[in-house]
């Protein structure tokens, strides 16, 4: 049996995907799958190469997107089941003109005519549990207590507490944290002897680099690492999987934690922690929001130009919190 999947486009929404391909890899433990999407949603399974057939998609990219996606169909070719994780128009075309034999997703931007079954969208339940929705046509037995998985070769790490930093977040600036705050919280844990690393992507240097600049007057700098568009998809994961607690925002690395068991503080404002919450994580962690009336508003800036769901978390907080899960 051949099963192609088409990944969520964000990382972190990629991550809560895991528990289905995990479904759909134990009741199909013979078949064979094939894996499209974007850099980063495919860089999450680089170090499982040996699994699946991975393709990335670039069609977004293109001039000519419809031709483009219809190119990319063809050279995919015929599944036995195809799924998407995906909601819009391009990624149920992609299915159709795969010729598959079965092609499931959501019920959203009229394109129930192009999928085989075409299920109702889930409102007000937690992403991965969104996504596991998808395999109801199948009667794939749901695991009780799914959980997010991914492979990961930690890196060797010395006496020191290694503490992860991420002060970003893709989909917009009212995600994150205020950078002072977290620069007061690096400082404080710089100056306690800890290792502090920086992680963010390429969209994150400038922002990063403020920090840092901000940082140097004010804190040793010896056991401060910055990672920032330093690392493949598959470093972050094996760096991650070293720490010994992560600070972030609500974001795909935060989402990365979770599924490695690393305990966290994930800070929310303006998104719906029912949704996008750390699933299912074992380890010590700790999410805070100041829920006000406003939130969540799921815009990528603030509407009200207060920004209070985030500045209302202060820094005293998160230290508090930091000392506590580490048992200090």
């Given at each position: 049996m051949r099963i192609l999947l088409r990944l969520p486009t964000w990382l972190g929404d990629a991550v809560m995907a895991t528990p289905t391909l995990h479904a759909l890899k134990a009741h199909y433990p013979q078949a064979s799958f094939t894996l499209v999407g974007s850099p980063a949603s495919i860089g999450l399974f680089e170090q499982e190469k040996s699994a699946y057939h991975l393709i990335i998609d670039h069609t977004k990219d293109s001039a000519n997107r419809l031709w483009a996606t219809f190119r990319l169909a063809q050279e995919v070719g015929k599944h036995d089941l195809a799924i998407t994780f995906q909601n819009n128009l391009p990624s149920a075309l992609f299915?159709?003109?795969?010729?598959?034999?079965?092609?499931?997703?959501?019920?959203?931007?009229?394109?129930?005519?192009?999928?085989?079954?075409?299920?109702?969208?889930?409102?007000?339940?937690?992403?991965?549990?969104?996504?596991?929705?998808?395999?109801?046509?199948?009667?794939?037995?749901?695991?009780?207590?799914?959980?997010?998985?991914?492979?990961?070769?930690?890196?060797?790490?010395?006496?020191?507490?290694?503490?992860?930093?991420?002060?970003?977040?893709?989909?917009?600036?009212?995600?994150?944290?205020?950078?002072?705050?977290?620069?007061?919280?690096?400082?404080?844990?710089?100056?306690?002897?800890?290792?502090?690393?920086?992680?963010?992507?390429?969209?994150?240097?400038?922002?990063?680099?403020?920090?840092?600049?901000?940082?140097?007057?004010?804190?040793?700098?010896?056991?401060?690492?910055?990672?920032?568009?330093?690392?493949?998809?598959?470093?972050?994961?094996?760096?991650?999987?070293?720490?010994?607690?992560?600070?972030?925002?609500?974001?795909?690395?935060?989402?990365?934690?979770?599924?490695?068991?690393?305990?966290?503080i994930a800070l929310f404002g303006p998104t719906d922690s029912t949704e996008t919450s750390p699933y299912n994580h074992t380890a010590k962690s700790v999410m805070i929001s100041k829920h006000l009336s406003c939130s969540p508003c799921k815009q990528r800036e603030c509407p009200l130009k207060h920004h209070q769901c985030m500045r209302l978390i202060t820094p005293d907080e998160v230290l508090k919190q930091i000392d506590e899960l580490l048992d200090l």
């Open positions: 299915l159709y003109c795969t010729k598959s034999t079965r092609r499931i997703g959501f019920a959203k931007n009229l394109r129930s005519y192009l999928l085989t079954d075409s299920l109702p969208y889930p409102h007000q339940i937690h992403q991965v549990e969104r996504y596991l929705a998808l395999l109801e046509p199948l009667s794939i037995p749901i695991p009780s207590k799914p959980r997010l998985s991914l492979h990961s070769s930690p890196v060797p790490k010395g006496e020191r507490i290694r503490i992860g930093i991420n002060a970003g977040a893709k989909y917009g600036s009212a995600k994150r944290w205020c950078e002072e705050y977290f620069i007061q919280v690096m400082a404080s844990l710089l100056h306690r002897g800890f290792e502090v690393i920086l992680y963010g992507g390429r969209d994150e240097i400038k922002a990063n680099e403020r920090i840092i600049n901000a940082l140097h007057p004010i804190a040793p700098l010896q056991h401060f690492i910055n990672l920032t568009a330093k690392t493949s998809i598959s470093e972050l994961i094996d760096s991650i999987a070293s720490l010994d607690l992560f600070l972030t925002n609500d974001s795909g690395p935060m989402h990365i934690a979770s599924s490695l068991d690393i305990p966290l």
